[in-house]
């Protein structure tokens, strides 16, 4: 089977800053993989990489058997079948839920409207979102917004999401329906890079667990190993800090 | 603080909105324009003063002929308004582009920018109207009107842009991001959803320019062509009383004053859509 998602010795640095120093990372169909590690560990560039937001300096990203960062790519068309999902939501404030979740399906796809917005009353509509539809983001809960973000991320039926920290920029009380939805597309066999802090999360959806430190894929394993037995001293070190703070 | 606070707060001139809030206003700007007008109409010129700038017998014979060629200048700021639009919004999406490819374009935008904002506007006005004609090309129009219309254009196209630029580079980049990581285009993420944020914001300052465009007209006078300011020029030669300028000037102050309220509107319209539930 083609896996879903590989990265091939990631090079990517800003200026002398090494942000990502040889990443090899594998992602199998369906397969919901959790990226921990501190802030500035990479997470969010090897995401915004793999989506093709940031330029690699050197190495090889596949998504679905395609190289997608060879010359020539059409970027547009990778960047369909790949949906991310970003911490600050980035909503397009001037337009309406189902104009938010629209926009692609229209523009990209060519869906005609009628078709896309049936579409997306029927994704709105299974995250509790339908009674939205008219709303603007400035009204939204943080958690609803997040949910919409999600929505418009799917709206395009992509076979691979990226999740940037999504509910690091959320009251404490609103992380729980987000992450519901995320568990939810994982028992749908959505194929999910996951970047986290919420080791809770990662513990119960994950079906691995990857630890990045300053660049590197330090340890990956299945959670229920990861989280009780990690072999590297940095990751025990990162996990000891985590349960200092109470948040596993 | 509650939804109404928020709609009624910013665009209104009165806070607050209470009837006590309302009155002291009232008292406190009776008291300060009768002090003022006191002032002038008992200073010791002020009855020459009154005969040679607000003569009513001049009012009623100049008004209309002002007027009348006052339409000039409303049709040349009309169509000057329009393609500059255009114009400053190609010129600043083309200054926008990234990457070094682009750069001869940016570069090109840059020193226009940089040469048509700083250029007195009277001076291009003299050179076009002057400049143009002088050159005998064949298939150049060398209708004063027309050739200093141009130079406003060329002008305020200059400043208009950067008025666009600075909105477009407002919106802050996550939103291109977030546009491109749905497969949109470099080009659609600018048209539908860079531009929209950034020209709700620039209405304001994009107003201010066009207003100074509006008083700007008045500069075609020098070619000698006769609208408001022209016209007011020779009334005045020949009346030796200057009660033809304030009429000019009534009418500049006068179409700028409606422009104001409908930019206030269009802001609290957008802000009203934005904040409360979009149902229009």
């Not at chain 1, 800003?14 to 040889?22: R, S």
């Not at chain 1, 911490?87 to 926009?103: G, R």
Request: proline share 5%; with cysteine; net charge neutral.
């Amino acid at each position: 089977m083609t896996p879903a998602l590989v990265c091939e010795k990631v090079h990517k640095s800003f200026g002398k800053l090494n942000v990502l120093n040889g990443i090899d990372l594998s992602l199998d169909e369906h397969e919901v993989v959790c990226l921990i590690g501190a802030s500035g560990s990479g997470k969010s560039t090897l995401l915004r990489c793999i989506n093709l937001l940031e330029p690699i300096d050197s190495g090889r990203i596949t998504v679905a058997g395609r190289t997608v960062t060879a010359r020539g790519v059409d970027v547009n068309e990778v960047r369909k079948g790949i949906g991310i999902v970003f911490q600050a939501f980035n909503l397009f404030p001037h337009m309406s839920v189902l104009k938010n979740v629209t926009l692609a399906p229209r523009k990209v796809m060519g869906m005609s409207r009628s078709d896309a917005e049936h579409e997306a009353m029927r994704l709105l509509e299974q995250f509790g979102l339908a009674d939205k539809r008219d709303e603007y983001p400035d009204r939204l809960s943080g958690g609803q917004q997040q949910r919409v973000a999600i929505v418009r991320a799917l709206a395009t039926k992509p076979q691979l999401m990226l999740f940037d920290e999504v509910t690091s920029a959320l009251d404490p009380e609103l992380v729980a329906e987000v992450l519901g939805v995320i568990r939810g597309l994982a028992h749908g066999g959505m194929t999910m890079l996951i970047a986290t802090h919420e080791m809770g999360f990662a513990r119960d959806v994950a079906s691995r667990v990857c630890f990045l430190d300053a660049g590197v894929l330090l340890e990956q394993g299945p959670p229920e190993q990861f989280f009780s037995d990690p072999k590297e001293e940095r990751t025990r070190q990162f996990l000891q800090r985590i349960i200092e703070a109470g948040r596993l | 603080m509650d939804e109404d606070d928020k709609g009624a707060g910013r665009g209104s001139l009165i806070l607050g909105g209470a009837a006590r809030n309302v009155s002291v206003a009232m008292v406190s700007t009776i008291v300060v324009f009768s002090t003022l007008a006191l002032v002038v109409v008992n200073s010791a010129g002020w009855a020459k003063v009154k005969t040679t700038f607000f003569n009513p017998h001049q009012f009623h014979t100049y008004a209309w002929p002002v007027a009348h060629a006052f339409v000039l200048n409303i049709k040349i700021a009309v169509v000057a308004e329009l393609v500059i639009l255009v114009l400053a919004l190609a010129l600043a999406v083309l200054r926008s582009l990234p990457g070094p490819v682009f750069f001869p374009i940016r570069a090109m935008a840059i020193v226009y920018t940089d040469l048509f904002r700083g250029v007195p506007t009277i001076l291009l006005v003299y050179l076009f109207g002057f400049g143009v004609p002088a050159l005998a090309l064949s298939h150049v129009p060398n209708s004063p009107t027309y050739l200093a219309t141009v130079a406003l254009i060329m002008v305020y196209t200059a400043y208009v842009s950067e008025v666009y630029r600075s909105g477009i580079e407002s919106v802050h980049p996550s939103q291109d991001a977030a546009a491109r990581s749905l497969g949109l285009s470099r080009w659609q993420a600018m048209k539908t959803v860079i531009l929209p944020q950034a020209v709700r914001r620039v209405i304001p300052p994009l107003l201010n320019d066009f207003i100074g465009l509006q008083k700007d007209t008045a500069l075609i006078s020098v070619l000698g062509v006769v609208e408001a300011l022209q016209q007011a020029n020779l009334a005045s030669e020949a009346e030796f009383n200057y009660t033809p300028y304030v009429i000019a000037g009534l009418f500049f102050v006068a179409i700028t004053i409606p422009q104001a309220r409908l930019t206030d509107w269009l802001i609290n319209r957008d802000r009203g859509r934005q904040m409360a539930g979009g149902r229009m």
